[in-house]
């Protein structure tokens, strides 16, 4: 079983819908949540990070969080072309502010005009 | 501010050659960490510095990878001899202390001919 497992997609969705991204991750000490979209050739933009249960949200993006389940999802609406990239989950299990980070492989989004 | 900068961008070099990779981190960010993704696989950990000493370096895949950061400053990479195994996407990443999240560079692409 892999640490932070992802669906590498593609996932497609048209332009304007809600794309949803999903993440789980075996390690039950972890202890903060971060998602980071990565275009061709570029470095892991982180655009989102949870630290407890629930809902965030951040403009069109929301993060969602359930440690009881071991799942962690990210929303993006009205999806814009623009947005087609790779989404990396990343699960922090350091602890006392040392982290140790590991990655999901990443889900390739696509946005259809 | 800067982001986190690394030099090459690309590097291409015969099995047995010796290669460093640069990284320099936002300036003041104390935690630096190398990463390595393998073509379709997960970004995976190499080590964490924090400031010039060496926090973590279970990720370290043998003993031909050193990897220093003199003066706490900018760290090098060091691969000697290259295997053709080592190709691969090396990317640094850097934050501050107290857990802060990561931020990436570009990334050195290193292929090993």
């Known amino acids: 079983q892999k640490e932070v497992e992802q669906n590498s997609g593609p996932l497609s969705v048209p332009e304007g819908a809600i794309a949803s991204l999903n993440c789980t991750y075996s390690?039950?000490?972890?202890?903060?949540f971060f998602w980071y979209r990565q275009y061709s050739g570029k470095s892991p933009e982180l655009i989102m990070s949870?630290?407890?249960?629930g809902d965030k949200e951040d403009g069109r993006f929301t993060a969602q969080l359930n440690k009881a389940s071991q799942y962690v999802s990210l929303l993006i609406r009205d999806s814009q072309p623009s947005d087609s990239a790779t989404y990396l989950c990343?699960?922090?299990?350091?602890?006392?502010?040392?982290?140790?980070?590991?990655f999901g492989i990443g889900t390739k989004l696509q946005v259809i005009p | 501010e800067a982001g986190v900068t690394q030099f090459p961008s690309h590097s291409v070099i015969e099995k047995g050659q010796t290669v460093t990779l640069r990284c320099d981190p936002i300036?003041?960010?104390?935690?630096l960490y190398w990463y390595r993704r393998v073509m379709g696989k997960e970004i995976k950990f190499l080590l964490h510095?924090?400031?010039?000493?060496?926090?973590?370096e279970s990720g370290m895949p043998n003993n031909r990878f050193l990897a220093e950061r003199t003066g706490g400053t900018y760290s090098t990479l060091k691969v000697q001899p290259a295997e053709l195994e080592d190709s691969g996407v090396y990317f640094c990443?850097?934050?501050?202390?107290?857990?802060?999240?990561?931020?990436f560079g570009d990334g050195t692409r290193l292929s090993i001919l």
């Open positions: 390690d039950r000490g972890s202890q903060s």
């Open positions: 300036s003041g960010h104390d935690n």
């Open positions: 949870i630290y407890s249960n």
């Open positions: 990343a699960v922090n299990r350091g602890s006392g502010g040392y982290q140790k980070v590991t």
């Open positions: 510095f924090v400031k010039e000493s060496k926090q973590d």
């Open positions: 990443a850097s934050s501050q202390s107290g857990g802060k999240p990561q931020h």
